[in-house]
């Protein structure tokens, strides 16, 4: 009789747990226009905003994150045939050239783009719209060294410096996204081969490297939750919101001669189910609504101009003004030989 | 026609579960393969770096699994042999560290070990993950082995040493071979542990197909180590397989209350080796619960209020609860997946008569555990869009993707049970006149009752802490725990640092409930299980 018990208690939970879970999603308003976003891992947004646009548009927004923005670009290229969705948001600059190469993206020209995301435009056709804009800067404990007596650290050039030995915690650049851009800025600030002498100097200077941000930023530096060791760190230029005192105060702050730009984009994906409904949704990214909400949800800045910052950004994340940049073609060109050179040069 | 009644039942079930692989498994994975080969795969395989990448990725595994073994036996003994107070509560301790997610163990062991933490912090990383399955299937063969072959050795003069080494261990060989090949299975695909821990230096096979498929789009490359892991998956399996072949069937079993006593004499070293192996599983969850109670100004709950948000300026789409719930949900329908799939696979690997077919569709259905997620998820996107209802973005294959890891566990453990049950008994009920599903309600079913249900726990366990095919498939507002643990670390903030290590404190509550519910519901065991 206790056997029967048990299995029936253990059917019951099952049942139950099932239930809840492959009924429990149903789709009410399946008539409505339904358009599919598909979006890098980062990608959060104001749910009122959300709401609100699907009130005025009548179309219901689904969005799917996939990956950052190199897993997104090369899955938005094998799912080309039959494509994911109707508009991805979160192929950056540096991947911008192989999503154009392969054709994932149709033209869409949204009446927005002459406020500011014009000036990020990749190609002719429109295929591609910048929404926003994300710095890769080094970072500091302003705390640590007002504490040591030691002036903060400007220019890349000075990480090479022995007074900041030991003290850099940087992301691999073969593992990680922000390190890559790193690798990118150091590029672009030193030209070939002056890099390679750069990371040669910086190596011997005891930069530490771990395979993430993650690692470094939360282990590794010592303005975070982690107080790691290391006062110097690779984040964004709006990571410094992020760490802020009981009084409001920021305690790191961004290196901004040190970053290099990284522009997200968006576009309608050829072969979408509703082309139409699609450049809405782009219209919408591009909305002063949601262009204003995305520091705060993001970490990162708006593209279209005239946006207001949250209050305390303009002290604690200024948006770099000039940060350096290449190209998105070199970057496909060479992104593939960068990476094996910094890998013979680091590791060995 | 009594042939046929026979056969319908076990063909129908092939049907099914080969189906649901060759769907959801081969043919995504085939599709990514395939197209990789149209590339340049020669070069890859003659470079050296290549083999260097395969020599430590078998090479740590082959570690990881022989700390795992020798951690695990001492555990396994106490578990199985032993009655000593707490034997329960280290049988749940035990199982936690399965369910973590494996980046906040690599940043654990990271944190331990320093930044160039290197080979020893993965191979330790990994033992600490897969102590787990060792001492769980050890230890349900043990408990049922009769102690007096082992006494008969002694009284004829063998030393306690060599009565070990010449009766215990050939008669627990077939559940240390299921042990070291899942173990080693495990550590030679184990990705976070790799990545977090190696820094990008050390690599292996599955970080490089992971690398190379989703930031380079160097299919050719992917392909190309992706045959070469497979090769290695594949040798493992049949080593495995050999090591279990002779004694499934051919055991004297005991009730677990005949064959456990009171420690004594020597046996104390054992439980001593216990504990101290204990300690080390629990510095790692310990060190996770008190950075979750840490903030800037020493301890405090901030983390554990903050699961009911969704953390700094919404990070998350939904709460740190709902997460929760959705991994108990989604583990849920991947374990009851995972059961039908694995007690319909059992039931045809011990219908079909010839070993060498039964072996090889056995070798198949563990196949998922060796293959990487990347392929599987990467495959996904070429094949299941030409199937109507595009399941591509469907919120089911989450729990489709995790019931292709929990079968093969489901199998390992069912199975030896299944074959252990004399074939004589279903005879009887057959000559007694009891058509086919009659003897199976009434002998298979009540003899493996209990075992299902530790496989199903055990299934569940693993669903909920499962990261590398959910995290490629979970859509954002369902993430599941692990999901969202990953997704919290990779943003600034203390807020949502602290809530991601209360989550992993959830996770490790939701885990230890689960366990000791199925302990609960099953009671003493007196079937033989594998884990």
């Known amino acids: ?348 | 026609m009594n042939d046929m009644r026979r056969r319908l039942p076990v063909a129908l079930a092939a049907v099914i579960v080969f189906g649901f692989l060759g769907l959801f498994f081969a043919w995504p994975v085939a599709a990514i393969i395939g197209l990789g080969l149209r590339g340049d795969v020669g070069t890859v395989l003659a470079e050296p770096s290549t083999w260097r990448l395969v020599g430590f990725t078998l090479g740590q595994a082959a570690a990881s699994t022989a700390v795992a073994l020798l951690a695990g036996l001492p555990l396994a003994y106490v578990l199985s042999r032993l009655v000593i107070p707490g034997r329960g509560l280290l049988r749940v301790a035990v199982t936690v560290p399965f369910v973590l997610p494996t980046i906040v163990v690599g940043m654990a062991f990271r944190a331990l070990f320093g930044a160039d933490a290197g080979v020893l912090a993965i191979v330790l990383a990994n033992a600490f993950f897969n102590v787990a399955v060792v001492a769980r299937t050890v230890s349900g063969l043990w408990s049922h082995l009769d102690r007096r072959m082992e006494d008969a050795a002694r009284s004829l003069g063998a030393s306690r040493m060599r009565a070990f080494t010449s009766v215990t261990l050939p008669a627990l060989l077939p559940a240390l071979g299921s042990a070291a090949s899942v173990v080693f299975l495990f550590s030679a695909t184990s990705f976070g542990v790799v990545l977090v821990l190696g820094g990008g230096e050390l690599r292996t096979l599955e970080t490089e197909i992971y690398l190379r498929t989703v930031q380079l789009l160097d299919l050719p490359g992917a392909a190309a180590l992706s045959l070469l892991q497979l090769a290695a998956v594949v040798a493992a399996l049949l080593v495995a397989t050999i090591a279990r072949r002779r004694r499934e069937t051919a055991l004297r079993l005991r009730a677990p209350s005949d064959t456990a006593r009171r420690p004594q004499g020597g046996e104390w070293c054992v439980v001593a080796l216990a504990g101290v192996v204990l300690c080390g599983l629990l510095t790692p969850i310990v060190t996770l619960l008190l950075r979750s109670v840490s903030t800037r100004d020493g301890r405090g709950l901030a983390g554990y209020r903050a699961l009911l948000g969704t953390g700094q300026h919404g990070t998350l789409e939904v709460t740190g609860l709902e997460a929760a719930l959705n991994s108990v949900r989604t583990a849920a329908d991947a374990t009851w997946m995972a059961l039908l799939l694995g007690l319909l696979a059992s039931f045809v690997l011990v219908a079909v008569r010839r070993r060498f077919v039964a072996e090889s569709l056995d070798l198949a259905l563990m196949l998922p555990l060796g293959v990487s997620a990347v392929t599987v998820g990467f495959g996904y996107l070429i094949t299941l869009g030409s199937l109507p209802g595009d399941l591509r973005t469907s919120p089911l294959l989450v729990p489709f993707a995790q019931a292709l890891v929990v079968t093969p566990l489901v199998i390992r453990m069912v199975l030896p049970v299944l074959r252990a049950i004399d074939e004589r008994l279903r005879q009887a009920a057959a000559t007694l006149g009891a058509g086919p599903w009659r003897v199976r309600r009434e002998i298979d079913v009540p003899l493996a009752a209990r075992t299902v249900l530790a496989a199903a726990g055990f299934g569940f366990v693993v669903a909920l802490g499962e990261f590398g095919a959910t995290s490629f498939l979970a859509r954002p507002d369902a993430p599941t725990l692990p999901v969202a643990i990953a997704r919290l670390l990779g943003r600034p903030g203390e807020l949502n640092s602290q809530l991601a290590y209360a989550a992993c404190a959830l996770l490790m509550i939701v885990t230890v409930l689960g366990v000791v519910l199925i302990e609960r519901l099953r009671g003493r065991t007196d079937a033989v299980e594998e884990f």
């Open chain 1, 1 to 348: 009789m206790n056997r029967y018990l048990r299995w029936g208690a253990a059917l019951a939970v099952a049942s139950l747990a099932t239930g809840c879970s492959l009924i429990g999603s149903p789709d009410p308003d399946s008539a409505a226009r339904t358009v599919t976003l598909v979006a890098h891992d980062s990608f959060v947004a104001d749910p009122a905003v959300l709401a609100d646009f699907e009130r005025r548009s009548g179309i219901k927004l689904e969005v799917r994150n996939s990956g950052d923005a190199g897993e997104l670009t090369n899955k938005l290229a094998l799912s080309q045939a039959a494509p994911l969705g109707d508009v991805a948001y979160g192929v950056d600059s540096t991947f911008a050239s192989r999503a154009l190469r392969e054709d994932v993206f149709a033209p869409y020209r949204p009446a927005a783009a002459d406020r500011g995301p014009q000036r990020y435009a990749q190609d002719q056709q429109h295929r591609l719209t910048a929404i926003d804009v994300a710095d890769v800067c080094l970072n500091v404990d302003t705390g640590w060294f007002a504490r040591h007596g030691t002036p903060e650290p400007r220019t890349l050039r000075d990480l090479t410096d022995p007074r900041y030995r030991d003290l850099v915690a940087l992301p691999d650049p073969t593992t990680s996204s922000p390190g890559l851009a790193f690798l990118l800025g150091t590029v672009a600030a030193f030209g070939e081969p002056g890099w390679q002498d750069y990371w040669r100097e910086l190596t011997a200077n005891g930069v530490t490297l771990s395979s993430g941000w993650e690692e470094a930023y939360s282990q590794e530096f010592s303005g975070s939750t982690g107080q790691g060791p290391r006062p110097i760190v690779l984040s964004y230029a709006s990571s410094p919101a992020a760490e802020v005192d009981e009084n409001g105060k920021p305690r790191t702050r961004a290196l901004l001669d040190t970053c290099y730009r990284q522009v997200e984009y968006a576009g309608v994906l050829a072969g979408a189910k509703d082309p139409q409904a699609a450049g809405e949704v782009v219209d919408f990214l591009l909305s002063p609504e949601f262009q204003a909400q995305m520091p705060e949800q993001m970490y990162v800045y708006p593209a279209v101009d005239g946006v207001a910052l949250p209050p305390g950004w303009a002290t604690s994340a200024p948006l770099p003004q000039q940060p350096t940049e290449l190209p998105a073609a070199e970057v496909e060109r060479n992104r593939d030989r960068w990476v094996e050179q910094w890998r013979t040069l680091v590791r060995g």
